[in-house]
């Protein structure tokens, strides 16, 4: 025991005459320190915007809510924010928040139009994605261990110490472990000591930290292995290099954009236009149908508004969200096949992230981190679940003529946020 401390000891010592190493490891440092900085900035961003944006919707509905009193004015004219609030931990992995919305506001209109009138931004420049934690952990850390231990053997055979060092030596792994150990702590608490100064800052859960802790040092522990085993044998540090470069390239790279390609080419879906161009064109054409057939396909989903239908006047509101609703029905399919495209996309990502630890890496952190796409998927679930309570709340007063008072105001239904989850729960999420 006191030899291999004595060996530690050594290594930590020889490591720190080695300037081109003490230089990668402040860069891996400030790296790490920026991304943490990084992530935690754009968190805070959105935590101001959503707090400044339920402040302005709440009074905007309030406003609305003195000025009208008919069901059909309050439904048309109030907004109501729904969001999804990023987890304490989000940070370290922004996942696909800058791909999918994470807040929305909707109204008693249909909601198809409301849901993918945001799907027509550039996904390409979306997907370039900001510097975090985790993309510094997966793209280019296993930079920093490649050029750490692709020559640990190589760089001795060269000098011609080699043979020395081996036979001085008690042990292989006593002399070889030590200084591959002293090398791979040191590059885990560069990388890793910001992440924990920002967990601290954030408030982020143990369990959360945890995993992202277990995650991270066995991706560093495969790189490093990969690094020693291929480098074993070698006496040219830059054929280890190099070959060890092309395992990068082939799973941070190559993997992740065939099997996307291969996956968009697999799976075919609508696209989020075609689905708001089904809604409105319905709900356009339903102004120029007969009352009848419009209130005839409301009914039958709604069963329980049958002897509610008939108009006295031209225009009635409601008729004019049941003609909403139909537009929602009408492009069901198409918003049902979109959803089950995007998850067989997603589970099917899964399987490529199996030859791409990479791409596990981040789909694990990620998921830890519920910024991932089936955090996207719940939200959305959220916003239907709301609507759909909206809907009950309205269509009495819409359909018995009624007007709204302030007790009734008082209980109209408020979003509210579903508390995080982590376990992988891919169902499909169905329409209302």
Not at 139 to 166: K, M, N, T, W
Not at 224 to 234: F, H, Q, V
């Amino acid at each position: 025991m006191n030899y291999m401390f004595a060996q530690l000891i050594r290594e930590w010592r020889f490591m720190l005459t080695q300037k081109y190493i003490l230089v990668l490891l402040l860069c891996t440092l400030v790296i790490s320190g920026f991304s943490v900085w990084s992530g935690l900035r754009e968190i805070n961003q959105q935590e101001q915007t959503i707090q400044r944006l339920l402040q302005a919707d709440e009074q905007d509905r309030s406003e609305t809510q003195a000025k009208y009193s008919d069901p059909g004015y309050l439904a048309y004219y109030s907004f109501h924010l729904t969001y999804s609030p990023p987890s304490a931990i989000a940070f370290a992995a922004l996942g696909e928040r800058d791909i999918y919305p994470w807040k929305h506001r909707v109204r008693m209109l249909a909601l198809e139009g409301q849901i993918y009138e945001s799907d027509g931004q550039n996904a390409e420049l979306a997907q370039t994605g900001k510097i975090d934690f985790v993309f510094v952990l997966s793209a280019l850390a296993p930079l920093l261990i490649i050029l750490l231990f692709h020559d640990l053997y190589a760089s001795e055979r060269a000098s011609g110490r080699h043979d020395l060092l081996v036979t001085t030596a008690k042990s292989g792994l006593a002399l070889w472990g030590a200084r591959a150990g002293v090398r791979f702590i040191t590059v885990i608490l560069c990388l890793m000591l910001p992440f924990y100064i920002g967990t601290w800052i954030s408030g982020s859960s143990l369990d959360s930290v945890l995993q992202v802790s277990v995650w991270s040092i066995l991706y560093l522990l495969f790189w490093t292995l990969l690094s020693i085993w291929w480098g074993k044998n070698a006496s040219s540090a830059p054929r280890v290099a190099s070959g060890l470069i092309g395992f990068w390239v082939l799973f941070a790279f190559i993997i992740p954009i065939l099997g996307d390609l291969a996956i968009q080419k697999a799976v075919h879906s609508p696209k989020g236009g075609d689905i708001l161009l089904t809604q409105r064109e319905a709900v356009n054409d339903a102004w120029d149908l007969p009352k009848e057939t419009t209130m005839d396909a409301f009914t039958a989903t709604h069963p329980k508004w049958k002897n509610h239908v008939a108009m006295e006047s031209m225009f009635e509101w409601k008729w004019y969200y049941a003609f909403q609703q139909v537009g929602d029905q009408k492009a069901e399919s198409l918003s049902q096949a979109y959803r089950q495209a995007a998850h067989q996309k997603y589970d099917l990502s899964g399987y490529i992230s199996l030859i791409s630890p990479p791409l596990l890496l981040q789909r694990q952190l990620t998921r830890v981190a519920n910024t991932d796409a089936l955090a996207a998927f719940a939200y959305e679930q959220q916003i239907r679940d709301f609507h759909k309570r909206l809907r009950e709340f309205y269509y009495p007063p819409l359909f018995k003529g009624l007007n709204l008072g302030r007790s009734q105001l008082a209980i109209m239904p408020r979003y509210k946020p579903e508390a995080h989850k982590t376990k992988n729960t891919s169902t499909t999420p169905q329409l209302h």
